[in-house]
């Protein structure tokens, strides 16, 4: 009993301090992901957790696919290529490892997950005071005065700070009201995370807001009776903001940016920076053509793009590391099963999300509206950047998905328990699992 207690709080706090740290310290969503999966072995090695973990996979098992394919065809490439390269498995293992650690998260009780929200709002608030540092007193790691840390470029800064800002924000209406600081904390963080996207100049995340905003209105509206008043009083906060943003010399120069590109590349020059874009996903294409299977293997894009350049087939400037885009980068380096694998990650990891996002239980709904915020936003996100090329992107979404879901799987856990104990057929015990130390909430 002491064992599984000390893991429940383990995890517990690791999952509420990892969107707190993520972009507060460098390699914290890492610490607390590994605090996690350390939690997740040490619950396992009781036989009736082990016994319940097993019927846990099987409910769940869109969600362990999504975690497995995507490094089981990484190790497949390099077992069929005779060749072993271990940093190319090292962020898609943040995905397979995550399991244990899900399974335990399944175990602990959700009102203890939910500060979770509370780590998004401080994390958002972290985030805008790097953003603060960087137009207060520029350091020599800032990038063309854009915001990020000096561990973390613009690009994924800006689109993580987005999903703290929107998981923060997500309406929570349960028996007995959130304390009013906590409310303006997690209203704050929304502020905050939003201003550090801003100024972080991604363009790119950007256009997730809308996506966002549409999620979390969805869920308001099935939580709350929203009135006419506060629906207009929405739309006129909204309009403002967004005519504010539109007059800053961020937004300008962003936007100058992006057109100045189309209209170089409409008169011949593809030198810009959108024009090398789009010949790098071009490079990209020929490479899945030639290599439709497996792919030219993970990690090593940059040697088969330089290879072509060598060749005479693409620029010089072009031959990158990464495409610059989830989906193509995917088909170049792991091919036609690299692409069902993502496809598998990307499904299999918001399946159950949207499954309950209508849930008449309202922590369910929450968490379920909080897993589609990382989900459909990391999507969005793989438009412009490779998302799970980095670790701590990989770490995050995993403990992430993980612990929301956890949330949910504990909850229809104690909701049948409680159900079976009304109408007499049993004792108060979660019906999908009899864990040591899970009580309902």
């Not at 990038?143 to 000096?150: Q, V, Y």
């Not at 598998?344 to 589609?372: E, I, K, N, V």
């Not at 998302?387 to 909850?411: C, D, E, H, K, Q």
């Amino acid at each position: 009993m002491q064992t599984n207690s000390f893991a429940i709080r383990m995890a517990a706090i690791a999952a509420a301090l990892s969107p707190f740290l993520i972009l507060t310290v460098q390699g914290g969503a890492g610490y607390c992901y590994f605090a996690v999966f350390a939690a997740g072995l040490l619950w396992l090695r009781d036989a009736a957790n082990r016994q319940a973990g097993w019927r846990l996979l099987g409910e769940y098992k869109w969600y362990v696919l999504a975690m497995m394919a995507y490094p089981a065809v990484v190790l497949l490439q390099q077992v069929a290529g005779g060749y072993l390269l271990p940093r190319a498995l090292d962020a898609p293992a943040r995905l397979l490892l995550i399991l244990p650690g899900f399974l335990l998260m399944c175990a602990v009780p959700a009102s203890q997950l939910r500060a979770i929200q509370i780590g998004c709002a401080l994390g958002a608030v972290s985030a805008a005071c790097w953003s603060v540092l960087v137009l207060v007193s520029p350091a020599d790691w800032v990038i063309s005065g854009r915001a990020g840390n000096p561990f973390t470029n613009p690009i994924p800064f800006g689109d993580t700070a987005i999903l703290l800002a929107f998981m923060s924000a997500a309406p929570r209406r349960e028996s007995g009201s959130s304390p009013a600081w906590e409310r303006a904390l997690r209203l704050f963080g929304l502020a905050c995370g939003l201003f550090a996207s801003f100024v972080s100049g991604s363009r790119g995340g950007w256009i997730a807001v809308p996506i966002m905003l549409w999620l979390l209105t969805m869920h308001l509206r099935r939580q709350h009776t929203v009135s006419p008043g506060l629906r207009i009083s929405a739309i006129v906060i909204m309009t403002l903001g967004l005519t504010g943003i539109a007059s800053t010399p961020m937004f300008h120069e962003r936007m100058n940016a992006a057109i100045s590109d189309f209209d170089k590349m409409a008169h011949g020059d593809s030198s810009t920076s959108i024009g090398m874009r789009l010949q790098l996903w071009e490079a990209s294409w020929t490479l899945f053509k030639e290599h439709p299977v497996l792919g030219v293997g993970r990690g090593r894009l940059e040697a088969s793009l330089q290879e072509m350049a060598d060749q005479g087939r693409i620029s010089e400037q072009i031959v990158n590391a990464h495409a610059h885009n989830e989906i193509f980068s995917t088909m170049a380096e792991m091919g036609s099963m690299g692409l069902i694998a993502l496809f598998l990650l990307y499904f299999g990891s918001s399946y159950y999300f949207w499954r309950h996002r209508r849930s008449s239980d309202p922590p369910t709904a929450t968490a379920a509206t909080m897993g589609l915020v990382v989900t459909f936003g990391t999507i969005v996100f793989g438009l412009t950047i490779d998302v799970f090329t980095l670790i701590m992107n990989a770490a995050f979404y995993a403990l992430t998905t993980a612990t929301l879901l956890g949330i949910i799987a504990n909850r229809r856990a104690a909701l049948a328990a409680a159900n079976a104990c009304q109408l007499g057929r049993g004792t108060f015990q979660p019906a999908h699992f009899p864990l040591k130390g899970n009580t309902p909430t």
